[in-house]
């Protein structure tokens, strides 16, 4: 089970297991995790689970979350990852270091849904960015051969692709992202993120525990249809 170890500032931890499908840490009395502190906000960050890890989402924090020193809006959490959330320090432990998720970058790719659900693609993109974002060409590997990738079905950029270069894809609207995205032991799936409308696949509803992606599989977010395309 996965546990969130709080470390005072003497040195002493406390251990929290975590083992809902998804755990809120702020200062709200409905929080799973609640941090009594005006350095934390009220919905400061939210954890949802993925298999049996959890993928951290900051809720517009005021003072942000760190993540091993760096602030970040999003990522897959692993084992060993320090995380700050106001003037608390949190390790994040697993019963067994898992295998990487080979992620070179600390940060996650998101797919942002626009007020009239055209895709935009960024990684903390500002409002002013978001509308100038672009999806990726054609995707390609050095040698040539096109890597997995969604294909936009309809919207205004019918026909352009995502490229699905990085473990993690969060889809959805900003500020409420309601799909992930995974890849994990060579096999991609799709997961639900909190407690929004579910995403579809092939006409039905995710379920919560997430599914397996097969090539051609439909995928639903918000209105937006997107093809998951693995062979060429």
């Known amino acids: 089970m996965p546990v969130l170890t709080m470390?005072?500032?003497?040195g002493s931890e406390t251990a929290l297991p975590i083992d809902k499908q998804r755990v809120r840490i702020g200062r709200d009395?409905?929080?799973?995790?609640?941090?009594?502190?005006?350095?934390?906000?009220?919905?400061h960050v939210v954890l949802n689970r993925v298999y049996n890890e959890y993928f951290l989402e900051d809720q517009d924090s005021t003072n942000g979350?760190?993540?091993?020193?760096?602030?970040?809006?999003?990522?897959?959490?692993?084992?060993?990852d320090v995380l700050d959330v106001g003037s608390f320090r949190f390790r994040y432990e697993l019963d067994e270091e898992p295998e990487s998720l080979d992620s070179d970058s600390g940060l996650e790719e998101t797919?942002?849904?626009?007020?009239?659900?055209?895709?935009?693609?960024?990684?903390?993109?500002?409002?002013?960015?978001?509308?100038d974002a672009q999806l990726m060409p054609e995707p390609a590997t050095e040698s040539?051969?096109?890597?997995?990738?969604?294909?936009?079905l309809n919207g205004k950029r019918e026909g352009r692709r995502v490229v699905l270069d990085k473990p993690v894809l969060a889809i959805g609207p900003k500020g409420g992202r309601t799909a992930a995205v995974v890849l994990k032991g060579g096999q991609y799936s799709v997961m639900r993120l909190g407690h929004s409308e579910a995403p579809l696949i092939n006409g039905e509803p995710v379920p919560r525990?997430?599914?397996?992606?097969?090539?051609?599989?439909?995928?639903?977010?918000?209105?937006?249809?997107?093809?998951?395309?693995?062979k060429v």
Not at 29 to 43: A, K, N, Q, T
Not at 65 to 80: A, D, E, Q, S
Request: charged share 30%; hydrophobic share 30%; with cysteine.
């Open 7 to 10: 470390i005072s500032t003497d």
């Open 144 to 152: 040539g051969i096109p890597k997995p990738s969604l294909r936009m």
């Open 29 to 43: 009395p409905d929080c799973e995790i609640r941090l009594d502190d005006p350095s934390v906000s009220r919905r």
């Open 65 to 80: 979350t760190l993540l091993n020193g760096r602030r970040v809006y999003k990522h897959m959490l692993k084992h060993g």
């Open 111 to 131: 797919i942002f849904l626009g007020k009239d659900g055209t895709p935009l693609v960024g990684s903390e993109a500002s409002p002013s960015e978001e509308q």
């Open 209 to 230: 525990g997430g599914t397996l992606l097969n090539d051609g599989d439909v995928l639903e977010v918000s209105g937006r249809k997107m093809e998951f395309i693995y």
